[in-house]
């Protein structure tokens, strides 16, 4: 069956820094990969989608690589600020938005 | 405007109650959500409507029945709630197909006592 992981530990880095988040899928093959964002108390709101045949994508801030021979995506936020705390998932793209457990960040100030 | 609103936003109610949540989106999707997310932070879909039909219907409790009166509502209708079905439920809409983004309510926080 399908599967997705993400780190399950919060991942504590300083302001500033970049922060590096990671997805890993098994037992299929998506032709694109979002991002969420999740607040506590909040809906997931969407950040970037990422094709099969794109290697990174930027926004702002934001970059995401998709290496479908790894299947894995790596989600980077460059500079980051305590505003930046949350927690990521990842969506492997199928039909029906599918999402790993998610990633908390906490930015330190 | 909010594009995607539950109602309500809190709910406590006892077990064995029969209870709905209410989902409305503005944003002239064709597909709507359930999802539910427990206390481990665990998204999982539970329904998903294209054009007021069912198209997915994961492994959920029968006491569990979506409505869709309409393109822009989906309802959520739970009868006999038992305590396992405390958690926070989202309402979610997208446009028809797959390579698109979804847009989230803000959630219900359903307690059952």
């Known amino acids: 069956s399908q599967k997705i992981e993400q780190n399950s530990e919060a991942l504590n880095i300083q302001e500033g820094k970049t922060a590096t988040l990671t997805c890993n899928y098994t037992?299929?093959?998506?032709?694109?990969l979002q991002w969420y964002r999740q607040d506590p108390g909040r809906g997931p709101v969407f950040l970037l989608l990422i094709r099969e045949n794109e290697k990174e994508k930027r926004k702002e801030r934001l970059k995401v690589t998709f290496d479908t021979t790894l299947k894995q995506s790596l989600f980077h936020i460059t500079a980051s600020q305590p505003a930046d705390s949350a927690t990521y998932l990842c969506a492997p793209g199928t039909y029906i938005p599918t999402f790993g457990r998610g990633t908390s960040l906490i930015v330190h100030p | 405007d909010t594009a995607v609103s539950q109602t309500p936003k809190y709910l406590v109610t006892q077990m064995g109650n029969d209870k709905s949540i209410k989902c409305e989106q503005n944003l002239g999707h064709d597909t709507m959500y359930w999802y539910k997310q427990d206390s481990k932070k665990f998204l999982k879909i539970m329904f998903s409507?294209?054009?007021?039909?069912?198209?997915i219907n994961e492994t959920v409790p029968n006491r569990f029945s979506p409505k869709s009166p309409d393109k822009a509502h989906l309802n959520l209708h739970i009868n006999s709630l038992e305590l396992g079905d405390s958690a926070v439920y989202f309402c979610?809409?997208?446009?028809?197909?797959?390579?698109?983004?979804?847009?989230f309510g803000q959630g219900t926080r359903l307690t059952v006592v």
């Open positions: 037992n299929y093959s998506p032709a694109y």
């Open positions: 979610a809409s997208s446009r028809q197909g797959s390579n698109t983004e979804a847009f």
């Open positions: 409507y294209n054009n007021k039909e069912l198209i």
